[in-house]
C-alpha cells in the first residue's frame, strides 16, 4: 500500500510562483509513473503532468506547458511540481497521483491518489 501526500500549496499573486512536493510512503513508488491532476469545484479532475519511472519523459496539459516543471527524486520517494508563472485559472486542489503507465495516468486511471493541497492565484 501507498500513500501519497501532498504539500507546498497555499495563496500566490498572479504571475507568481509555487512548489508541490509529493512524498510516498509505504512503499517504494521508484517503478511507477507519476502525476499531477487539479480540480475545481464542479469540474471534472484535470490532467496536469506526468513524469516517467526514471525522470526523463514528461508530459504536460497545454495549459501549463512552459509554465509548469515535474521532477522527481526517486531515493527519496518524491515528486515535485514547479509552478511558475501563476494564473487566477490555476486555482483548484492539486492531486499527486502514480500509476502504472503514462498514457493510462494521463487519463486519470492511477493506482494511488493523495488528499490534495490548496492552490489560489488571486488577481
Known amino acids: 500500500q501507498v500513500q501519497l501526500v501532498e504539500s507546498g500549496g497555499g495563496l500566490v499573486q498572479a504571475g507568481g510562483s509555487l512548489r508541490l512536493s509529493c512524498a510516498a510512503t509505504g512503499r517504494s513508488v521508484s517503478y511507477a509513473v507519476m502525476g499531477w491532476f487539479r480540480q475545481t469545484t464542479g469540474k471534472e479532475r484535470e490532467f496536469v503532468a506526468t513524469?516517467?519511472?526514471?525522470?526523463?519523459?514528461?508530459f504536460y496539459a497545454a495549459s501549463v506547458k512552459g509554465r509548469f516543471t515535474i521532477s522527481r527524486d526517486n531515493a527519496k520517494n518524491t515528486v515535485d511540481l514547479q509552478m511558475n508563472s501563476l494564473k487566477p485559472e490555476d486555482t483548484a486542489v492539486y492531486y499527486c497521483?502514480?500509476?502504472?503507465?503514462?498514457?493510462?495516468?494521463?487519463?486519470?486511471?492511477?493506482?494511488?491518489w493523495g488528499q490534495g493541497t490548496q492552490v489560489t492565484v488571486s488577481t
Open positions: 497521483a502514480a500509476g502504472q503507465t503514462i498514457s493510462n495516468l494521463r487519463i486519470g486511471v492511477g493506482d494511488y
Open positions: 513524469i516517467n519511472w526514471s525522470g526523463n519523459t514528461a
